[in-house]
């Protein structure tokens, strides 16, 4: 099998760490494309189309590391714990996936050793290796529409417990006016999505987002550049507004 894991810059200078947990299509050899139908091997089910792009190009205009996961979320998700049946789904949204269904136990161990056991070591080993107070962002992508349902969400903000970096985050998204940005939207906290926010950062007392983009917002290059630059407009007056807090309340000890 493959290396499950692609770090990116991993000395990068700036205060973000990014994580991608579906960036990847790749279905190794070994699980024989799990079954799927041929319709349904490039869809939203395998993989985040555009999160991949938005990574990279984030990482490069924020000098930042990125962790990100280079086999599908349908051989395991990495934004689930082990004992979460949708860690892997025996079925996506309409789409079945007959290489996950009636697994064993033992076959469910040896892809939580093989993929998620490897990804919150590379996570934690750049987030430990630190020098500043890291800000922990992730990145994904969502469909137009979902069980025939349109979604006019266009960006969401997710968080757990900790909204510090939302909040910093929502408070400008008059910045982009002509988007419609949602907390907790398409998805929030009780979808069980926020779980590498709370292994990853919040454990750790970290500052953290996910952010979501509709993926037909990013299906040339030119839209992958535009959006990065509107979550930029967000992101980083956000960071910066997080970090004066944190002194503020340093210097009141």
């Known amino acids: 099998m493959i290396d ?11 205060r973000v760490v990014l994580l991608c947990e579906h960036a990847s299509s790749t279905i190794p050899e070994a699980y024989d494309r ?24 984030l990482s490069v205009a924020l000098d930042a590391p990125a962790i990100l996961l280079r086999v599908s979320r349908l ?17 996506s949204e309409l789409i079945e996936v007959p290489g996950n269904q009636n697994l064993k136990q033992s076959q469910r161990d040896a892809r939580i050793q ?12 750049v987030l430990e290796a630190r020098n500043n107070d890291p800000v922990v962002v992730t990145i994904h992508s ?3 529409i979902y069980y025939g349902a349109k979604r006019a969400v266009e960006i969401g903000l997710l968080h757990d417990e900790d909204s ?29 999505v926020t779980h590498s926010l709370r292994l990853h950062a919040q454990s750790r007392g970290l500052a953290n987002v996910m952010i979501e983009v509709r993926n037909d917002l990013m299906r040339s290059p030119e839209d992958v550049a535009e ?6 407009t967000l992101l980083q007056p956000a960071i910066k507004e997080i970090a004066h807090l944190e002194e503020l309340s340093w210097a009141e000890r």
């Open 75 to 91: 051989v395991y998700d990495c934004n689930r714990p082990p004992d979460a049946p949708s860690a892997i789904p025996e079925r």
């Open 142 to 144: 969502f469909t137009p």
């Open 114 to 125: 093989s993929v998620y056991g490897p990804f919150c070591a590379a996570v934690s080993g």
């Open 4 to 14: 499950p894991v692609e770090i990116l810059n991993p000395n990068g200078k700036g």
């Open 164 to 192: 510090r970096l939302a909040d910093a985050m929502l408070a400008r998204k008059t910045l982009l006016s002509h988007r419609r940005v949602e907390r907790n939207e398409p998805y929030g906290p009780g979808d069980g």
């Open 227 to 232: 959006i990065t630059e509107e979550l930029l």
């Open 34 to 57: 799990l079954g799927l139908a041929e319709k349904d091997r490039l869809s939203h089910a395998v993989w985040d189309p555009g999160a991949r792009e938005v990574t990279l190009a």
